[in-house]
C-alpha cells in the first residue's frame, strides 16, 4: 500500500536524522574535550614560559 510505503519511509528518514543529530552531540562533546585539553596545555606552557622570564630576569 503506498501510504504505508510513504509513512515507513517518513520514518526512517527520522529515525535518521535522530542519528546524525546524536552523532552531531557526540562530535561537539569531543571538541570540547579537545579544545579543554588544548587550553590546559597551552596554560602550562605558558605558566613554563613565565617562570622561565623570570628566572632569567633574576
Do not use: G, P, W, Y
Not at 16 to 21: N, P
Amino acid at each position: 500500500n503506498a501510504t504505508n510505503s510513504l509513512e515507513e519511509r517518513l520514518k526512517a528518514m527520522a529515525e535518521l536524522s535522530r542519528q546524525r543529530f546524536e552523532i552531531e552531540r557526540v562530535q561537539i562533546k569531543i571538541a570540547e574535550s579537545i579544545a579543554d585539553e588544548v587550553l590546559v596545555f597551552a596554560q602550562k606552557e605558558l605558566d613554563d614560559d613565565d617562570h622561565t622570564i623570570r628566572t632569567l630576569s633574576r
